[in-house]
């Protein structure tokens, strides 16, 4: 892997983590101001605020980066080029077959070495949008279901929805954002598309693959380095 990938690599690991953590950490500001704060008062100096806020976007951003919940999801599961290989490889030989790590090992070979620069950038840079914006859709689901519970509750107190304003104006934000990610969502659609074009690369250069399949065959038996 030459310097670009490795550098381009970390930027778009990066935005994974920093990107749905201060979304995380906004939303979570806007509900303390509209929420919590009519209950629970904090007398911390503004420079403290800032630190807590930046505590908060990292902590939740690699939470969610660490979970992984977005890889479960049937449109990231759905056309793996790792699968594609296993296809390949059972057809050419009966006896030698790739299990589900060794077809993604093989995988991520082939493209951090293989496959173009241009197009290792594009692989990349959908996958990162991709879990973007599924992490921002979660995030946007579970604020909307808390600040809907919350008002409830202020209701049943006795809270008018008058005195509640920031609070509701809250939950028809984060309602708008959620509807908006799931009625325009072109990060599945595109990370689909992404897939088909490794598929594609992996077709028009199957000499490569079988090279590569023989060579790694041989260094799980020893005989290659």
Not at 48 to 67: C, D, E, N, Q, R
Not at 91 to 102: C, H, K, P, V
Not at 173 to 190: E, G, P, S, W
């Amino acid at each position: 892997m030459n310097n670009t990938q490795t550098s381009s690599f970390g930027l778009y690991e990066t935005t994974r983590i920093l990107v749905p953590g201060f979304y995380f950490s906004s939303l979570s500001a806007m509900f303390f101001y509209s929420f919590v704060s009519r209950y629970i008062s904090f007398s911390i100096e503004h420079g403290y605020w800032i630190v807590l806020f930046l505590f908060l976007v990292l902590v939740s951003g690699l939470t969610m980066y660490a979970k992984e919940t977005t890889k479960r999801r049937r449109a990231f599961v759905e056309n793996q080029p790792s699968t594609f290989l296993q296809d390949i490889i059972r057809r050419q030989s009966a006896t030698s077959i790739l299990n589900e790590t060794e077809a993604r090992q093989l995988y991520f070979y082939i493209l951090n070495h293989f496959i173009p620069p241009t197009f290792h950038e594009k692989v990349f840079f959908f996958g990162t949008v991709y879990h973007i914006m599924n992490q921002i859709r979660r995030t946007s689901f579970w604020f909307a279901i808390l600040s809907i519970i919350c008002v409830a509750l202020q209701m049943v107190l006795g809270i008018a929805l008058v005195n509640q304003q920031g609070l509701v104006y809250f939950f028809l934000l984060v309602c708008l954002i959620y509807l908006l990610n799931v009625k325009y969502n072109k990060a599945d659609r595109k990370m689909q598309e992404n897939y088909q074009d490794q598929i594609f690369w992996l077709q028009m250069n199957y000499e490569i693959v079988e090279d590569l399949f023989k060579k790694y065959n041989l260094s799980k038996k020893g005989s290659f380095l």
